[in-house]
C-alpha cells in the first residue's frame, strides 16, 4: 500500500522563482496537512484541508503561499515569489480524519531558495 | 501559548538501556488525543504510539510505551532497551478540536535522542 508521496525530493531554485511541491495522499483519506519544517521554528502547520476544501489556513505565512486541493488524490503548495526565508523542508500528510487515528507523512520535499 | 512541551532539547541513552522523553500539555479540552513521532536523520515522519484522552491503560507498541499522567498532563515516552537505530529526533503532538468539530494536530520542540554503544 503506497504511502503518501510528495515530489519533488529536493528543489532548489533562485530568489523570485515560482516553486510548486505536489502531493499525492493515501488513497481513502480525506484529511490533508501541509506542514512546515525549520530549526527555528519547528514543526509548523500551513494548511489543513477535509474533504478536499480547505478548513483551516491560518498558518499560511503570506500572500505568496497558495495551496490547492483539486481532487482527493492530489494537492499542491504554490510559492510566488520564493524568498530565501522560505527554505525548509515542506511535509505533506494525510488522514482517515478518525480522532485516533495517527497522520501518515511524505518523505517532505527540501526547499532551498538561493 | 505553548500547547505541547517537550523541555528536553537533547538526551542520550547507553545501548540497551531504557529512556523516558517528556512531554506536558495544555489543552481545556476533556477529549484529546496525544501522538509520538519518530524522525530520524534520513528525514522521515514515524508514527510511533497513540494515547487518546480517555483511555484508562497506558499504551503500548513493542518497546513503546506512553507513561500518561492525566491529571499532571503529560505524555512521556518510554522506550525500553534502546538500540542504536533509536537514535532520532522525537515529536510529541497533540490532537486538537477547533471550531466546526475539525481537528488537527500541533506538535512540540523534539527532543533529539542519541543512543550510545
Known amino acids: 500500500d503506497a504511502g503518501v508521496i510528495q515530489s519533488p525530493r529536493h528543489e532548489v531554485t533562485e530568489m523570485g522563482q515560482e516553486v510548486t511541491l505536489r502531493c499525492k495522499p493515501i488513497?481513502?483519506?480525506?484529511?490533508l496537512f501541509w506542514y512546515r519544517q525549520t530549526m527555528m521554528r519547528g514543526l509548523e502547520l500551513l494548511i489543513y484541508?477535509?474533504?478536499?476544501?480547505?478548513?483551516?489556513d491560518s498558518g499560511m505565512p503570506e500572500d505568496r503561499f497558495s495551496a490547492k486541493m483539486p481532487n482527493a488524490s492530489f494537492s499542491t503548495l504554490k510559492i510566488q515569489p520564493s524568498e530565501p526565508r522560505d527554505s525548509a523542508v515542506y511535509f505533506c500528510?494525510?488522514?482517515?480524519?478518525?480522532?485516533?487515528?495517527?497522520?501518515?507523512f511524505g518523505n517532505g520535499t527540501r526547499l532551498t531558495v538561493t | 501559548a505553548q500547547k505541547i512541551t517537550q523541555t528536553q532539547p537533547g538526551m542520550f541513552v547507553q545501548e540497551k538501556e531504557a529512556v523516558t522523553l517528556d512531554c506536558t500539555y495544555d489543552?481545556?479540552?476533556?477529549?484529546?488525543?496525544l501522538f509520538w513521532y519518530k524522525q530520524p536523520s534520513s528525514g522521515e515522519m514515524i508514527f510511533l504510539i497513540y494515547?487518546?484522552?480517555?483511555?484508562?491503560q497506558n499504551a503500548t507498541e513493542g518497546r513503546y510505551s506512553l507513561n500518561f499522567q492525566k491529571a499532571r498532563k503529560s505524555a512521556n515516552l518510554v522506550i525500553s532497551a534502546s538500540q542504536l537505530g533509536d537514535s532520532a529526533m522525537y515529536f510529541c503532538?497533540?490532537?486538537?478540536?477547533?471550531?466546526?468539530?475539525?481537528?488537527?494536530?500541533?506538535f512540540g520542540a523534539g527532543t533529539r535522542l542519541a543512543v550510545h554503544p
Open positions: 500528510a494525510s488522514s482517515n480524519g478518525r480522532w485516533n487515528s495517527p497522520l501518515h
Open positions: 488513497s481513502g483519506h480525506n484529511s
Open positions: 484541508f477535509n474533504n478536499n476544501v480547505p478548513i483551516d
Open positions: 489543552t481545556s479540552d476533556q477529549s484529546y488525543g
Open positions: 494515547q487518546g484522552s480517555y483511555d484508562e
Open positions: 503532538a497533540m490532537r486538537e478540536v477547533f471550531s466546526g468539530g475539525y481537528n488537527k494536530l500541533i
